[in-house]
C-alpha cells in the first residue's frame, strides 16, 4: 500500500529536495571525497538518514539538515579511511598510479595485503578481535579491556601476538 503524500509531508519535502538540489548535494560530497560512486552512495545515504529519523516531520530546515547529515557521512567516510590506511589497507578507487609506480610494485602491494589479510584471517579469534579493535576501530587498550570485560595486559598480550604473526607472514616475502 503507497502511502499519500498528505500523510507524509516530510516525503514531499524530501521529493522536491531529491529534484531541485540533488545534484548540488553530490557535488557537496565529491568536493570532499574526490570520489563520483562515493559521493553518490553518501547522498543516498543521507536520504535514507533523513527517513529513520523519528519524526522527520519535525526537521525545521530539512536542506539545512540534509547537507549537515552529508557533511557528517564526508567525515564518517574519512576517519574510515585514516583506520584502513592505518592498517595498511588502500581504497582503490582513491589509489592513482602515479608515475614513478609500476605495475609491478602495484601487484606487490596487492599480494602483500592478501598475505596479511590471510595473516590476520588464520589468527584466534580472540586475537583477532582485539587486533581489529585496535588497529580497525582505532579503540584504546583500555577500551578494548572495558569492552571484552579482560584486562589491559590481556588486550597487551594479544596484540602483541598479533603483530608477531602479521611480522612472520610478511617477512617470507622476498624484498625488490
Known amino acids: 500500500m503507497k502511502t499519500s503524500s498528505a500523510n507524509c509531508p516530510y516525503e514531499l519535502v524530501l521529493t522536491e529536495f ?34 529513520r529519523q523519528l519524526k522527520p516531520e ?3 530546515d530539512p536542506d539545512a539538515f540534509l547537507f549537515a547529515v552529508a557533511k557528517n557521512l564526508a567525515v564518517d567516510y574519512w576517519r574510515a579511511q585514516n583506520r584502513l590506511n592505518r592498517f595498511g589497507f ?3 578507487e582513491h589509489q592513482h598510479i602515479e608515475d614513478g609506480i609500476n605495475v609491478e610494485t602495484s601487484v606487490l602491494h596487492d599480494d602483500l595485503l592478501q598475505i596479511l589479510a590471510a595473516a590476520v584471517a588464520a589468527l584466534p ?16 587498550y583500555r577500551d578494548i579491556a572495558y569492552r571484552l570485560n579482560i584486562s589491559e595486559r590481556t588486550v597487551e598480550y594479544h596484540l602483541r601476538r598479533a603483530q608477531t604473526h602479521c611480522r612472520e607472514a610478511l617477512a617470507v616475502v622476498p624484498s625488490h
Open 90 to 92: 588502500v581504497n582503490v
Open 125 to 140: 579469534e580472540k586475537t583477532q578481535q582485539i587486533f581489529l579493535l585496535y588497529r580497525i576501530d582505532d579503540l584504546s
Open 58 to 60: 519535525t526537521v525545521l
Open 18 to 51: 531529491y529534484h531541485k538540489k540533488h545534484a548540488r548535494l553530490e557535488h557537496y560530497l565529491f568536493d570532499r571525497v574526490h570520489c563520483i560512486e562515493i559521493a553518490k552512495e553518501l547522498a543516498q545515504e543521507t536520504y535514507v538518514r533523513f527517513l
